[in-house]
């Protein structure tokens, strides 16, 4: 069965870097789009980043543009997020997700708090 395990979250200081990991497992990673998500406390989960199953084309959120990167790595089936210059309104549950045939899939999530 399709399983994403994330890791990598903690608690950071603002302006430093974090990154996170995402390892796939139970479908054919490299023919699906990657995803990663993220909910604060009280609001809903919103998309910070995606990155094309070929060819590695990415789009982020405009919060996230220029200090955030997705990438990912087809040999080890894992999709990474890096966190760079990371804010307080960074703090959330970070989700892994990918969608197969319609169904969407999730991780468990990891935390991130950002805070001094």
């Known amino acids: 069965q399709v399983q994403l395990v994330e890791s990598g979250g903690g608690l950071v200081q603002p302006g430093k870097s974090l990154r996170l990991s995402c390892a796939a497992s139970g479908f054919t990673f490299w023919r699906y789009a990657m995803s990663w998500y993220r909910q604060a406390p009280g609001k809903e989960r919103e998309l910070v980043a995606t990155i094309a199953n070929i060819g590695g084309s990415t789009n982020y959120a405009d919060s996230v543009k220029g200090r955030f990167t997705i990438s990912r790595d087809n040999a080890k089936s894992t999709v990474y997020l890096q966190m760079n210059s990371l804010k307080p309104e960074d703090t959330a549950v970070y989700y892994c997700?990918?969608?197969?045939?319609?169904?969407?899939?999730w991780g468990q999530g990891t935390q991130v708090t950002v805070s001094s």
């Open positions: 997700n990918t969608r197969i045939l319609g169904p969407d899939y």
